[in-house]
């Protein structure tokens, strides 16, 4: 049986500076090269942990969202998702509003991924 090996990416596999050292890629993708498995999970979307992992052979599905999305990471297609309920969404929203905080969104629409916010 093979183990899979996930990591966090800020704070743990991503340096400060939004790098992942030299030395870490080095050994994820010496790991994935000798038939290894290799994933991670993060709060970033797959744009942003797109910038941070170049040249990181994770081949792998991740998961982005903090767990919303299980995305194929070579196809980026969405492998699974969990989305609120309309009832689970009014609720955060009127939470929110009570306390006159006003969220940044993200979705995908059309296959793109945006974010919203009012200023």
């Given at each position: 049986?093979?183990?899979?090996?996930?990591?966090?990416?800020?704070?743990?596999?991503?340096?400060?500076?939004?790098?992942?050292?030299?030395?870490?890629?080095?050994?994820?993708?010496?790991?994935?090269?000798?038939?290894?498995?290799?994933?991670?999970?993060?709060?970033?979307?797959?744009?942003?942990?797109?910038?941070?992992?170049?040249?990181?052979?994770?081949?792998?599905?991740?998961?982005?969202?903090?767990?919303?999305?299980?995305?194929?990471?070579?196809?980026?297609?969405?492998?699974?998702?969990?989305?609120?309920?309309?009832?689970?969404?009014?609720?955060?929203?009127?939470?929110?509003?009570?306390?006159?905080?006003?969220?940044?969104?993200?979705?995908?629409?059309?296959?793109?991924?945006?974010?919203?916010f009012i200023e």
């Amino acid at each position: 049986m093979k183990t899979l090996y996930l990591s966090d990416l800020d704070g743990t596999l991503i340096r400060s500076n939004e790098m992942i050292s030299d030395y870490s890629a080095n050994t994820v993708n010496r790991l994935v090269s000798t038939g290894g498995c290799f994933s991670y999970a993060t709060a970033r979307s797959i744009v942003t942990a797109e910038k941070v992992t170049a040249g990181l052979n994770a081949e792998f599905p991740v998961i982005c969202h903090n767990g919303v999305f299980i995305i194929d990471n070579i196809t980026k297609a969405i492998l699974h998702a969990n989305y609120f309920t309309q009832d689970v969404v009014n609720d955060i929203h009127q939470t929110l509003a009570s306390y006159d905080i006003l969220p940044i969104t993200y979705a995908y629409i059309d296959g793109r991924e945006r974010f919203s916010f009012i200023e």
